[in-house]
Each structure stands twice: as structure tokens, then as C-alpha cells.
């Protein structure tokens, strides 16, 4: 499958929401490279087939989310144990190796009810996100790059990804959690994006200091700057 035409299918079906919704993990890696500030290596990204799309935390999403994926032949498949159980839309006719899309909100506060119920999901415009801790740092002064007619488009489409400090900063927040197999993945996704924006590091130091770490916890700061210490030598972007 043309991995770049089903995601041109996916911004489309898409683009009602395309003020709301955020682009992140591998796709967001990859459409760095369009970015008029990247300097893009020799090699070729990682690609993915899983598209992760986000949506703030209480963000009203008018319309109907999963009636615009089927209308655009994506197909909805119900996974995992939780209520709602999270929604993932495939398109191809293999479910286990066709392009997908699933979709993510924040988790803010506690990760449980009082009764016990974990709060792992949410409802929203007919489609259910799983919902992650430090997602929310995505949100904050977000980029956006262009689909021109590289990617065989008519009309060029607008993307919103999160800056590059907020993805790393995110990455490193998350590291200690992810499955071993994530963690190197994500630890690639950090050198290739230092890389593509090296001749801005001191831009992206002054979006850290004025735009990124007033605005997280405390807590979180310590834990960030712990967790680049344990993984590698402090970069010149923290």
C-alpha cells in the first residue's frame, strides 16, 4: 500500500477538524522533513503504517468524526478491554498490515476513579481516543507543514504536528514506560529530529525556556531532566 496516499486520505477525511487535531508519533517524525526550517539527511525516514491523531483534552469536535473515516473507506475495528474500547480505522483489506489510523487525548489527573475504574479512553465525535499522560505538552505552540504536489496532491493540505521540543520533551517524559522495542524507536525518532533541526537548536532553546518549561509541572521538569541524564549527555536543546 502507497503509505503516503492513505495518509493524503486520511488529512482529508480529516480536514473538517483540521484546526483541532494534531498529528504525533511517527507521522509527526516524518513530516518534520516539510518543515521550511528542516534540513533533511540523506537517508529516509522511518515510516509506519499507524497513524496517531490527537485532540486536546475537553476539545468540543463538532460533527461526526467516524462518519467522515467511512465515508472516505476507512473502516472502524473495536480493540482492547476498556469502555469505550478504542477505535482504530483501517484501510486496506488486511487489517494486520494495512494503513490505520487511532486516535489520542490527554490523560489530566488521576488515571483512576474512585471505584477503581481506569480512565483509559474517551468518547468524542464517534470515535474513542485512548487517553496518555504528558500528551497534553503536544498541544503547546504547535508547527504545521504543508502537503504540496510531492504527495500527489491537487490542493495543497495544511498538517498541524507539535513543535520539536515538545515532541522530544514528550519522548523522554514517556521512555521509562514504552515496551523495549518503543523505547528504541522513539530514542531514533529524537536523534533524527536533533538532527533535521540542528542549525535551529538555539531557536528551539529559546521555545524550551520561553514556551515549554514555563508551562509544565514542576514535577515533570525533574523528572525530564533526570531521564535526559540517564539516556545521554545533556544536548544543547535542554
Do not use: C
Not at 7 to 36: E, K, M
Not at 83 to 105: I, M
Amino acid at each position: 500500500m502507497n503509505d503516503r496516499a492513505a495518509f493524503v486520505q486520511l488529512v482529508r477525511a480529516l480536514a473538517p477538524w483540521n484546526s483541532q487535531l494534531l498529528f504525533v508519533g511517527g507521522w509527526a517524525h516524518r513530516l518534520y522533513r516539510l518543515h521550511t526550517n528542516a534540513a533533511p539527511p540523506a537517508y529516509l525516514p522511518l515510516t509506519t503504517l499507524d497513524a496517531d491523531v490527537a485532540f486536546a483534552q475537553r476539545e468540543r469536535l463538532d460533527g461526526n468524526i467516524r462518519s467522515a473515516l467511512q465515508a472516505e473507506g476507512f473502516e472502524q475495528q473495536l480493540t482492547g478491554d476498556h469502555r469505550p474500547p478504542v477505535s482504530r480505522y483501517t484501510l486496506g483489506e488486511d487489517a494486520s498490515t494495512g494503513f490505520y489510523a487511532e486516535f489520542l487525548t490527554p490523560l489530566i489527573g488521576p488515571a483512576y476513579t474512585r471505584d477503581g475504574t481506569q480512565l483509559a479512553t474517551q468518547e468524542q465525535s464517534g470515535i474513542t481516543a485512548q487517553r496518555l499522560r504528558y500528551l497534553d505538552l503536544l498541544f503547546l505552540s504547535p508547527w504545521s507543514v504543508t502537503l504540496n504536489e510531492n504527495w500527489d496532491v491537487n490542493t495543497p493540505l495544511e498538517v498541524r504536528i507539535p513543535n520539536p521540543v515538545a515532541f522530544i520533551v514528550q519522548k523522554l517524559l514517556i521512555h521509562t514506560d514504552r515496551a523495549t522495542g518503543k523505547q528504541s524507536q522513539d530514542l531514533l525518532y529524537i536523534h533524527d529530529t536533533l538532527e533535521l533541526f540542528t542549525h535551529e537548536l538555539d531557536k528551539l532553546n529559546v521555545l524550551w525556556r520561553d514556551e515549554i518549561q514555563p508551562k509544565m509541572d514542576p514535577a515533570w521538569v525533574r523528572r525530564l531532566l533526570q531521564a535526559k541524564d540517564d539516556m545521554f549527555e545533556s544536548p544543547r536543546l535542554l
